[in-house]
Structures are given as C-alpha cells and as structure tokens.
Nanobody, 119 residues
C-alpha cells in the first residue's frame, strides 16, 4: 500500500519559516520524481517545486530564493524548507510522487498539510 504523509504545516507569522516533510512508503522512492504542490482556497492547484531523482528541476517563480526542496532517499522522505513566508503562501501543500514514464504506472498524492501565514 502506497502512502505519502505530509507534516509540518502550521500557522506562522509573515517572515517566518516552516519545514514540510513528506514521508513515503510502498514505493521505490529513489526512482520517483517528487513534487510539492499547493492549493489556496478558491484557486487551482499549482506546482511549487519539483525534484528529479537527484536534481532540482523547477521552482514556482514566486517562491524562488525563499523555498528549497530536498530529498533523503535513505529515509524515503522529501522536504520543503520555506523561509520568508508571505500571506500569499497560505495554502494546503501536497506531496506528489511521479514514477518514471517508462513504467506506465500512476502517480500518488498525499492528503495535504495546511500552511497559514498570518499575523
């Protein structure tokens, strides 16, 4: 059974920091492309940051220089370090695991963790 479990979401003041974690089980983690998405209330889900098996490949423009994505394949865990948080970063943050295209299998999603940036 595949599980992606996000944690670390919280209420934080503008300018603060949070570190999100996504713990994966039931997949060959190191082979998957891993992504963080977010969805603010009333808005479409958007890709925040994505990782190939070793290299960062994308950051949303609005988070560049503030957010940092990383993974620890030994722990089957992905992280999102978020600094200088802004109210517009408020959203539910989701972990997404994408298999290599050659596998022809589905991707997976976590249940989400709420990040609220407010004074």
């Amino acid at each position: 059974q595949v599980q992606l479990v996000e944690s670390g979401g919280d209420l934080v003041q503008p300018g603060g920091s949070l570190r999100l974690s996504c713990a994966a089980s039931g997949i060959f983690f190191s082979a998957y492309y891993m992504n963080w998405y977010r969805q603010a209330q009333g808005k479409q889900r958007e890709l925040v940051a994505g990782l190939t098996r070793g290299d960062v490949f994308k950051y949303l423009d609005s988070v560049k220089g503030r957010f940092s994505i990383s993974r620890d394949n030994a722990k089957n865990t992905m992280y999102l370090q978020m600094n200088s948080l802004k109210p517009e970063d408020t959203a539910v943050y989701y972990c997404n695991a994408v298999p290599p295209t050659t596998w022809g299998t589905r991707d997976y999603w976590g249940q989400g963790t709420q990040v609220t940036v407010s004074s």
